[in-house]
């Protein structure tokens, strides 16, 4: 397509998209704007792989842009590792709304290839999808990718914003899911979800609020400065 051409088109849709609802402060997801979105910036895909970032850019003005429309057109997510999924918001462009037939949204874990279907519904005659589109798995899922389809039908899938909330799997911590769980004793494996901390105290050879430190040569155990005998 002629760079003037995909210029208009993006303005176009961008217009669209300026009454959107307003999007939650940067980062943050659900209806009181009270979780952690975890698309927030995160790598993102589609079917036409054209301006598919707009949708986790936290800017309700900035959309994906679909054109000609396209089969069964899908736009994914990657979270960069595995979380639990409860729920997703998407502020969707009065277009893809006035066409929107069925969607399903899907999850993939981390190095799998099948998905899971985490939640499906369709319109029929007048009734019509509206925005946000709040949708909540049919039970907590766990994985790393997003998708969303629309199956049957040959539309322009424009989405302004995208949020995903849920919870941390063992082994991670943080608002983001963004760090790894230190080095806790073997019998406690799991830490904090939200601050690292390990419940038992840290492995053999670790220290530290977390247990991510080394203990210097010399000395042992989560709780220094006891000396190793020499």
């Known amino acids: 397509m002629d760079n003037r051409i995909k ?3 993006i303005f176009i849709y961008t217009v669209l998209c300026v009454n959107v609802e307003a999007v939650c402060p940067a980062g943050r997801a659900g209806q009181a704007c009270d979780k952690y979105n975890y ?8 079917k036409e792989d054209w301006m598919s ?7 309700g003005t900035s959309c994906t842009v679909m054109n000609p ?7 994914s997510v ?5 979380m639990f999924i409860d729920g997703i918001d998407l502020f969707i462009g009065q277009e893809t709304l006035n066409e929107l037939v069925t969607y399903a949204i899907e999850v993939q874990k981390d190095g799998e290839t099948t998905w899971s279907m985490c939640h499906a519904d369709s319109k029929t ?20 990718t997003v998708r969303f389809t629309a199956y049957h039908q040959s539309i322009n899938l424009v989405f302004c914003d995208v949020g995903i909330y849920g919870a941390c799997v063992d ?3 943080g608002n983001y899911c963004e760090h790894d769980c230190g080095h806790c004793k073997l019998n406690s494996p799991v830490c904090d979800k939200t601050t690292g901390r390990c419940p038992t105290g840290c492995d053999t050879g670790w220290y530290g609020p977390t ?10 155990g989560d709780q220094l400065p006891r000396t190793v005998a020499l």
Request: proline share 8%.
């Open 7 to 9: 210029l208009i088109v």
């Open 39 to 46: 698309a927030y910036n995160k790598p993102a895909n589609q």
């Open 53 to 59: 970032h707009s949708a986790v850019d936290n800017n």
């Open 69 to 75: 429309p396209v089969e069964n057109p899908w736009w």
């Open 78 to 82: 990657d979270l960069r590792k595995d």
């Open 125 to 144: 005659g007048s009734n019509r999808f509206s925005s946000p589109l709040r949708v909540r798995c049919n039970s907590r899922m766990k994985g790393r």
């Open 171 to 173: 082994g991670s911590y």
């Open 211 to 220: 247990c991510d430190k080394v203990c210097p040569h010399g000395k042992y």
